[in-house]
């Protein structure tokens, strides 16, 4: 006899009001069904603004549906004991001026779980976290990672059957990516169900089940196998030189049969809409992922266009040896900690400078010092000619600035903090109406022109974020995660403006944890435990990682490259 399930949704709809006034409502959810056996991993999928996080406000019953069922642990979610439940929203609800052990404990007496009543619940959060050496450590002033493995243990402290957690690995690096879903799978252990919603269709391709929610609706259920499925014949692969690959992969998005298309290992990948290979004899059929999958489920015929943010940038040149960006030398310590140690790069006009490394490492410490938000120890930065030190607002007025926390204004809408941007960055009158216009056509933005910001969808904060930082067509444009949650077509479009931003001129230093994206970029530097590691085009990188082993990809390269590190580190100590 099958279990009863511990989630059973049945025909859950619901609306809330438009964001802004005379606005339709918004379909949020649309006669959505589900079921969730014990022992199960559900990963939930979807573009921005499809409906996850309210499906997954629902199941912890923290809104109710306009109609539908919704019956948790056997019950009707309105009688729910919520200390059944774990939930981990999407920002984590972690209290920043509490230490570790101060959030630990505080969840875990929430959810009727006295700390001093379970001793051995605690250590094991500690020691699967990784957390023990930082138990008073205020959780603000934790990395990135250590803040996700933290938020993962509040949620789930009191060893909760139904676990519920929103966008987990967000803005993490592939191994604190894979630590966290080995925490999660530890921490849940035998009998307990997960729902883990995710933007990363690698993770998803590791659940049980897949459900991918679009406009409210959902558009597949089932295997993760069934959703690659959805691409099946529609996939080829073909060898790609090192010479020119940005370019032929922009090409390649604008062909109009083409869906999507990466860079992935030594060649490029595309789902072709027609199911036939693009024009030449050197595409080869290959079996489809989860992420092209989607792609193809969720095709709406459009043709990626020339990116209307690039034309409006001026065609800059620079000479033989000039450096957009330049970092000599750079350090910054606090105490005893060293956060960077003697960072050194150059970055040419028009060229896309990746720099890579686990949370915590030192590239956000790097990049800040560079965006001149923090003063370096020792060393110097120069940005569009300006040193940083003694030119600081000069070099400041050259540059475009994404920060990885969305830093607008919560309380205005999209057109005003645009209309602010606009004026810090010296554009008034028609110019200023003219490159706003230009921003929320390019980036979709129009039907959110008038919302409150703070309302925003996570996914539509991020183009905001990028629209503004690219409003004065700067000389050089400085991009911290800048696809950090959102959905893969999103991404693609993404790289499509920054990509032709950079063939205009404009150099580029991004950072970012996904691997496929550092393909674009013309050269990478590996930072890890402060220090550089690994410099040099994506396929020396992978070189220099095949000998320790194979390094098909640029992930397989940064994993082994920081597990080679860490494990020199420690012989060493």
Sequence with gaps: MAEAPLLRLENVSKRFKGGRRGAPPVQ????????????????????DAGGKTTLMRIMAGLVEPDSGTVEVLGGPVATLDRGLVGYMPQSGALYAELSVRQNLELYARLRGVEPRDSPERMDQLYRLTGLGAFRDRPSGKLSGGMR??????????????LILLDEPSVGVDPVSRLEIWQLAQELAGPGRSVVWTTSI??????????????????????????????????????PLSDAGRRQTLQATLELPGVITANIVGAGLRVVSRTGAAPAGDHWQPVPATAEEGFAATLDDGAVLTPSALAEAFPLRTGGENSAAIAAVGLTRRYGDFTAAQDISFTVAPGEIFGLLGPNGAGKSTTFRMLCGLLAPSSGRGTVAGRDLLTARAEARE???????????????????????VAGAYGLAGSAASAAIERVVGALGLEPYFATGTGLLPLGIKQRLALGAAVLHTPPVLFLDEPTSGVDPLIRREFWHHINAIAARGTAVLVTTHFMDEAENCDRLLLVN?????????????????????????????????????????????
């Design 201 to 238: 269709l690698e993770d998803a391709e590791r659940c049980d089940e897949v459900l991918l929610l679009h406009d409210g609706q959902v558009r597949y259920a089932g295997p993760p196998a069934g959703l690659a499925q959805r691409a099946s014949g529609k996939v080829y692969f073909a």
């Design 28 to 47: 949020a959810l649309d006669e959505v069904s589900l079921t969730l056996a014990p022992g199960r991993l559900l990963g939930l999928v979807g573009p």
């Design 529 to 573: 435990q402060s220090e550089a590691i690994a410099h040099g085009t994506p396929a020396e990188l992978k070189r220099h990682a095949r000998q320790g082993g194979a390094a098909a990809t640029l992930e397989d390269a940064f994993i082994a490259l920081i597990m080679a590190q860490r494990a020199s580190a420690g012989a060493a100590a």
């Design 148 to 161: 996700q493995k933290l938020a993962v243990a509040c949620a789930v402290v009191a060893a909760p059957p």
């Design 398 to 420: 050259a540059m475009g600035y994404m920060p990885q926390k969305f830093s607008l204004y919560g309380d205005l809408t999209v057109a005003a903090n645009l209309k602010f």
